[in-house]
């Protein structure tokens, strides 16, 4: 399984971005999820989905402004970000794991990782 993550970028506080992560390989049954790490911090966790769609979880940090959806048929996860702050500055990861597996809110839970895309909030 390869991910590819895209859609970073440089936004003022306030704006908007979604970000998409696209898999390559057998995903099915997979739980995808959004990790990020700011300079000098640990990486931490954003967000998941189940394969299914109906199940998600969601940080803290997140909750109210981040939304992760996916699309099966595209094998593409998204995790749409809105009302970004300065603190939401970071390089952002997607990750997989198999649906055996279990897990969603830490780094070992996942198997596979993309190569991150940054996300810069200018205040």
């Known amino acids: 399984v390869q991910l590819q993550a895209s859609g970073g970028g440089l936004v003022q506080a306030g704006g908007s971005l979604r970000l998409s992560c696209a898999a390559s390989g057998r995903t099915s049954g997979y739980v995808m999820g959004w990790f990020r790490q700011a300079p000098g911090k640990e990486r931490e966790f954003v967000a998941a989905i189940h394969w299914s769609g109906g199940i998600k979880y969601n940080a803290e940090s997140g909750k109210g402004r981040f939304t992760i959806s996916r699309d099966n048929a595209k094998n593409t996860v998204y995790l749409q970000m809105n009302s970004l702050k300065p603190e939401d500055t970071a390089l952002y990861y997607c990750?997989?794991?198999?649906?055996?597996?279990?897990?969603?809110?830490?780094?070992?839970?996942?198997?596979?990782w993309g190569q991150g895309t940054q996300v810069t909030v200018s205040s």
């Open positions: 990750a997989a794991r198999p649906r055996g597996s279990v897990g969603y809110y830490s780094q070992p839970d996942y198997n596979y």
